[in-house]
């Protein structure tokens, strides 16, 4: 059982950070420092920093990993390609997990998804994405990692906004005589509080590093 430990936690108003701080109190893990738009508190050096806010925030994140030199899991979506490289930069002094999904079940989705492309490779493919309507990216950071699994190909995404879906995501094959499609759905934000718990976990064990929530469940 990996021992308890204190955590920073940048954007805990939000729907997903709420979930984080109950999920990780379960564990017996103190929420030692928090940040959102309004709020500054601290209350003891957190160990490591868990970041579920949004790009606008991303410089405070970088600064915050340098004042605590803290290791770092962010679930932030829509980060620009400038930002994934400030990331990658400051993983030579910590560890950094970065994923814009932190759902087991969709990493699973992610290696059917290599294995369909490596058989049906000349078939018509689309992706659809379902997420709720306060969502602020689209297409969601999920749909771009699945059409990113095909470099050469042109694969378009279809983003719906409805009410309080959490996340649905398939990804469809089309052939001249059938259709196979691939589905994940998020019932509860807490599968992805628990794909951060275990990522926390993960970038403790490391000294530096950058790493996606694909090297955590497959623990490369």
């Known amino acids: 059982m990996t021992n308890s430990f204190k955590y920073g936690l940048i954007g805990f108003t939000g729907r997903l950070g709420r979930e984080v701080v109950s999920t990780f109190a379960e564990s017996k893990n103190e929420l030692v ?30 600064e915050f990993v ?40 969709v990493q699973i989705l992610l290696k059917l998804t290599e294995t369909a492309k490596e058989k049906l490779g000349d078939w018509d493919i689309e992706i659809i994405e379902s997420h709720h309507r306060f969502k602020k990216d689209k297409p969601s950071g999920t749909a771009k990692m ?12 279809s983003s719906l906004r409805l009410g309080n879906v959490v996340g649905e995501h398939t990804i469809y094959f089309g052939g001249m005589g059938e259709v196979l499609s691939l589905s994940h759905i998020a019932i509860s934000r807490r599968t992805f509080a628990e794909g951060i718990l275990k990522s926390a976990e993960f970038a403790l064990s490391k000294d530096k590093g950058f790493y996606s929530f694909s090297d955590v469940i497959f623990n490369k």
């Open 33 to 62: 420092f928090k940040f959102d738009e309004n709020t500054t508190e601290q209350k003891d050096t957190p160990q490591i920093l868990i970041d579920c806010s949004l790009p606008v925030v991303f410089e405070r994140t970088i």
């Open 66 to 105: 340098n004042q605590f030199n803290a290791p770092l899991v962010i679930a932030t979506t829509g980060l620009s390609e400038q930002q994934l490289n400030i990331l990658k930069n400051i993983s030579e002094k910590v560890s950094v997990v970065q994923s814009y999904n932190f759902s087991v079940g």
């Open 146 to 157: 699945l059409r990113d699994l095909f470099p050469d190909k042109k694969v378009p995404i």
